[in-house]
């Protein structure tokens, strides 16, 4: 966002998500203290690749601001700041050309993939050919070569960007000229990445070499080269440790627990309120497998984590089981919750600070400090806070079921269903 505000005003942002990240977006961005406005954030009804979303954005800058010039860049990055003054010099290319950006490599990585440039056009070059992820001698080869890194971020001219897609993937571009929803827009469009669709396949690409520092961040390996270490090169965050003969480790933890390694090199140690991962730091791209597989076996954590942003406020859970959940609750001054219902759960909410509004089966009243409720099953029900400081409650759910998706709502300010 930070970067992003080097090129445009925060009404000319958009950032592509789905409906669970959310709010988790916005809340981000007014802790940096901005405001975007609410129909900036895209939400995909699924995730379809790089290229849908890409499309999405530029299809819906084009339709508010006309022929325009968008950047593309994703949001885990670290770029300097320097670069976008790079970036917005290379504007001149983008009449004709879909632009993207090549870092200039400092190693033969092989997490990043490459691009080949062949002649030269003003401060950029064509491009010959874009190279997979390699191993570690055709890195080595690849830089002999002069190539490279490709950092997925782009600068498009949208009339060129839609005359590529058209010629290219003719069936995404007809999907986004269509009257359809977005939901059914996605149903109808192939997963595919903006290189696979578009750029490898278009004769107008070009490339600008950044040399300024980039990284994808694109795992906890990429973690460890970013922050400092150590005398034993290790990375400790958040928690007290005590490390015998370890070293090159990155540690995180929760802040009142202990560390401990003995004779430990190279490793990942990632622990959280709700998952303990442990891998060597060589092997940290595997996570994603990790992923895939509590996606296969449908676990929540995998959508909702310990804490969540909501547009009230956050709740972060304390303790779970199959038939109770205990929540610590915050709701922002002149915030209110849905008016909602459960089936399957009672609420007990007692306020730890603040003062907070009840709506309960019909009735108002408020609560302060030490004080508490109850909300039976079945019940109508709405939390909000009038103050001018945060509301924090402590809400214990008691039932034979107390999933997320155990609610019905009758009202709500923020559009959801």
């Known amino acids: 966002m930070l970067r992003c505000l080097e090129l445009s005003d925060i009404s000319e942002i958009f950032v592509v998500t789905n409906e669970t990240q959310r709010f988790f977006v916005s809340g981000q961005i007014e802790e940096l203290g901005y405001e975007i406005p609410a129909d900036n954030i895209l939400l995909e009804p699924i995730g379809k690749n790089t290229l849908p979303a890409i499309t999405f954005g530029m299809d ?18 670290i770029l300097d700041k320097s670069a976008m003054e790079s970036i917005r010099n290379a504007e001149e290319l983008t009449s004709d050309h879909l632009l993207t950006f090549g870092i200039a490599p400092t190693s033969p990585h092989t997490g990043y993939g490459y ?51 058209e010629k290219y993937e003719p069936n995404i571009s007809a999907a986004f000229t269509s009257s359809e929803k977005i939901t059914e827009i996605y149903e109808k469009m192939p997963s595919v990445s903006i290189d696979y669709g578009i750029m490898e396949r278009s004769d107008r690409v070009a490339v600008v070499k950044l040399q300024e ?15 400092d270490k150590d005398k034993n090169n290790n990375i400790i965050h958040n928690c007290d440790d005590v490390l015998i003969n370890s070293s090159g480790n990155l540690i995180y933890s929760r802040a009142d627990k202990i560390v401990s390694l003995i004779d430990v090199e190279d490793m990942i140690i990632v622990d959280t309120p709700d998952a303990l991962l442990v891998c060597p730091k060589d092997s940290s791209q595997k996570v994603k497998d990790v992923v895939s597989a509590l996606k296969d076996k449908e676990d929540e954590r995998i959508q909702l984590h310990q804490t969540v942003y909501r547009p009230w406020g956050s709740y972060t859970i304390l303790e779970n089981s199959e038939r109770h959940k205990i929540k610590n609750i915050i709701v922002f001054p002149h915030k209110k919750l849905s008016l909602q219902m459960h089936h399957h759960r009672s609420e007990h909410w007692v306020v730890v600070e603040g003062m907070a509004c009840v709506e309960n089966n019909g009735e108002k009243y408020f609560l302060r400090q030490g004080e508490s409720t109850f909300i039976k099953a079945g ?8 103050g001018k400081l945060p509301l924090e409650i402590i809400e214990v759910q008691l039932g034979e079921y107390v999933g997320e998706d155990d609610i019905v709502r009758f009202d709500d300010e923020y559009g959801r269903k």
């Open 213 to 227: 520092r980039w990284s994808d961040m694109g795992n906890f390996s990429a973690l460890y080269e970013e922050f």
């Open 379 to 386: 019940i109508r029900h709405r939390l909000s806070n009038p």
């Open 115 to 165: 691009i080949k440039p062949a002649n030269s056009i003003g401060i950029g070059f064509k491009v010959s050919e874009f190279k997979e992820k390699p191993d570690i001698s055709m890195a080595k080869k690849h830089i002999e070569n002069g190539c490279v890194w490709n950092s997925g971020m782009f600068l498009f001219d949208t009339d060129v960007f839609f005359e590529e897609l």
């Open 60 to 77: 819906e800058i084009k339709k508010r601001f006309g022929r325009s010039l968008v950047g593309i860049f994703s949001s885990d990055h």
